[in-house]
């Protein structure tokens, strides 16, 4: 598990929230890969200090997520990432994996959330009230940032993979199972970094014991 936040004080949001409440957007990265970690990220923003271009992560190129990144963790009133390992993958499955990366980024927010808005039709349980929201990472601006932010970091956790696993490019197709990634994955069979409950990575490893 990884965590990092940033906490700023309080000031009063406005929008699908009560007035006076804090609503953090909830969103995770990703649940598809073959590799890597899942990733979940909670912003606050600051309706006093509003950013334009906030959309779904997967909507922007990659130097629009990182430029938009930096603002976000500038101007948030509070953001936070964290992750579910892949050994918390394997041993959950990837749907619990993703609900607890994303209760642990809210629990890692320095000031407390009265509402979570969270992208999808499932939320994790949270000591503050929930309300999921599909496709809202294209719609609320505060899941939007936590789009981003989650997509960034992963990437960026994909790159340090690929240093230490060069053979397997994962700073081309970050873990997802493109024919690159497949092909590789049948050639070399699986690393560490690699989700063993996964249908692929299972089919390559006993591609790789056959003689």
Known sequence: MSTRRHPVDQPTLSGLEPVGSRVA????????????AVFAAAVILNPQRPLNGLRDSKALTAAQRERLAGLIREQAVAWAVASASVGEIDQFNILQATLLAMRRAVDA??????????DGNRAPVLRCAVQTIVRGDATEPAISA???????????????IHATFPQY???????????LHLQLLARYGPCPAHRRSFAPVRRAIGQAIQP
């Not at 957007?25 to 890597?36: C, K």
């Not at 936590?146 to 340090?160: F, Q």
């Open 109 to 118: 927010l320095g000031v407390a959330p009265d509402l979570a808005l969270v």
């Open 169 to 179: 490019r994962f700073d081309q197709h970050k873990g997802y199972p493109s024919p």
């Open 146 to 160: 936590a789009s981003i932010l989650a997509k960034t970091e992963r990437d960026a956790d994909m790159l340090r």
């Open 25 to 36: 957007g909830v969103d995770e990265a990703g649940r598809g890969p073959l590799a890597g």
